[in-house]
């Protein structure tokens, strides 16, 4: 199963939402993964290399991945059919490289704010995913909500994204999501992503 975390718009909090989801099955569903950072920052990978030398297990392995090693490694990797492959894409999506990437996915998580540029490059992620990998499934979730902002867009918006697959519930800007490592998650964020992560894996087993 490869699952990608991806949007056009960078800062929409894919990367954080891919390390959280892949210690999220890996220590409630007691799943293997693995996570493919082809993010050009590689947050995750620097992460996770920094956290090597705690005494705490490793729940996963992280790979940088550049996009022209991208088709001989994933053809490797799933020969593990018992694998979940996390992919953290660049924050961009014009680049013809990425089109093997894209092509390979099962399922597209997709993050986005409640404003007119994160709902445009979501529209945009979206259209050109369903041209290349119409097959794919979507999930997508509204992310970093702040309590105090009415959010005029809001309605219009999730009706959208609705007709092109599954909306999660909203997940409120918090600070414990600024203390995500590779290895734990957080108690105080557990009852919020875990109706949201449910929904991934709902429709990643459909």
Same mark, same amino acid.
């Not at 995750?44 to 991208?70: K, M, W």
């Not at 309605?155 to 600024?178: C, H, Y």
């Not at 009852?191 to 992560?197: A, M, N, R």
């Given at each position: 199963?490869?699952?990608?975390?991806g949007? =056009?718009k960078?800062g929409?909090?894919?990367s954080?939402? @891919?390390?959280?989801?892949?210690?999220y099955i890996?220590?409630?569903?007691k799943?293997? /993964?693995?996570?493919?950072?082809?993010d050009? &920052?590689? !947050?995750?990978? !620097? =992460?996770y290399?920094e956290e090597r030398?705690l005494?705490?297990?490793?729940?996963?392995?992280?790979?940088?991945?550049?996009?022209?090693?991208?088709p001989?490694?994933?053809d490797?990797?799933?020969?593990n059919k018992?694998?979940?492959?996390?992919?953290?894409?660049p924050g961009?999506?014009?680049d013809? /490289?990425?089109?093997?990437?894209i =092509?390979?996915?099962?399922?597209?998580?997709?993050?986005f704010?409640y404003?007119k540029?994160?709902y &445009?490059?979501?529209?945009?992620?979206?259209m050109?995913t369903?041209e290349?990998?119409?097959? @794919?499934?979507?999930?997508f979730?509204?992310?970093r909500l702040k *309590?105090?902002v009415?959010?005029?867009? /809001?309605?219009?918006?999730?009706?959208?994204? =609705?007709?092109?697959?599954?909306l *999660?519930?909203?997940?409120?800007d918090?600070? /414990?999501f600024q203390?995500i490592? *590779?290895r734990?998650?957080? !108690?105080?964020?557990?009852?919020?992503i875990?109706p949201?992560f449910? !929904?991934i *894996?709902t429709?990643?087993?459909e």
């Amino acid at each position: 199963m490869i699952i990608v975390f991806g949007n =056009q718009k960078g800062g929409a909090g894919k990367s954080t939402l @891919a390390m959280l989801f892949s210690n999220y099955i890996s220590l409630i569903n007691k799943t293997k /993964a693995i996570i493919l950072d082809m993010d050009y &920052q590689r !947050s995750i990978l !620097s =992460q996770y290399e920094e956290e090597r030398i705690l005494d705490n297990p490793e729940l996963y392995e992280v790979i940088g991945v550049d996009l022209d090693t991208f088709p001989d490694i994933i053809d490797m990797l799933k020969e593990n059919k018992d694998l979940s492959i996390i992919v953290d894409l660049p924050g961009k999506i014009d680049d013809d /490289a990425l089109i093997p990437v894209i =092509q390979a996915a099962d399922v597209f998580v997709i993050p986005f704010e409640y404003e007119k540029k994160s709902y &445009q490059s979501t529209l945009l992620f979206d259209m050109i995913t369903k041209e290349l990998n119409p097959g @794919a499934k979507k999930v997508f979730i509204p992310n970093r909500l702040k *309590t105090s902002v009415n959010y005029s867009l /809001a309605k219009g918006i999730n009706e959208e994204f =609705q007709n092109n697959g599954i909306l *999660t519930k909203p997940l409120s800007d918090r600070i /414990a999501f600024q203390r995500i490592t *590779t290895r734990h998650i957080p !108690s105080e964020l557990l009852p919020l992503i875990k109706p949201v992560f449910e !929904s991934i *894996t709902t429709v990643a087993n459909e």
